[in-house]
């Protein structure tokens, strides 16, 4: 059986997974299939979520933030690019500028668009400190003529902070508006759920419990594909 990236899923992924999950639940009877309690669990923290999450992408604040996000990812493939096409350059001076930098950036990562929100900023400010204060890489900066390059990157990542943290606050403003905790109760719930089925299609004669458990197979496999596609498509650009 396929088993559910649920650490992995972004909230929307998470919240439609579980959804997913409870509706091929209704198609099924189960009170026969035994499985009421379990379902009754998970319902709750599924709607508590899917509330949260409504309000949470009303916000303008979350909506900022994804905008910003694209614009630093934008950014730093950007650069990387320019830079990539320098390396070729007939001027052994300005492809020694390029190779430098380009290693500079690989040094922080090689997949920094994947990084949570917290870690691509603090990579992306280590990134912009190590170019305007040392000598080698300040240098190679001036020969690219990438100074409106860094500017943007560094305000854009600026910009993302002070918005990132104005979130954090309003959030803590709103204690009972916490999704990661909601999705530890859900997943806790979710788990339950799965074993009490798995044990059911063990014990008992009826097919129902094994119908059931390869249509959830096959629905994780589907949502865990989204995840696998987008890291093959990160590593890509990376």
Known sequence: M????????????FLQYTKDVLQLLDEQDIVALNLTTQYNALQ??????DTVFKQSQASDITQELITLDTQRD??????????????YHYQETIASAASVLLANIDQHGTNIQRLSYQEETAVLDSII???????????AVTILNLEKWLTHLQSVNRSFTTQYLARVEQQAANPNKDIPKLRETATIAYRNLIAHIQAHATLNSTSKHNILLAQ???LAGQYNQLVDNRISNSTAVN
Do not use: M
Not at 44 to 49: K, L
């Open 74 to 87: 934008d950014a730093l493939s950007g650069l990387r690019s320019v830079i990539n096409g320098y390396q």
């Open 2 to 13: 396929n088993v559910p990236y649920l650490n992995r899923y972004r909230n929307g992924e």
């Open 44 to 49: 709750p923290q599924v709607t508590a979520i």
């Open 129 to 139: 400190t190590d170019w305007q204060n040392k000598v080698v890489l300040n240098q």
């Open 216 to 218: 959830i197979s096959i």
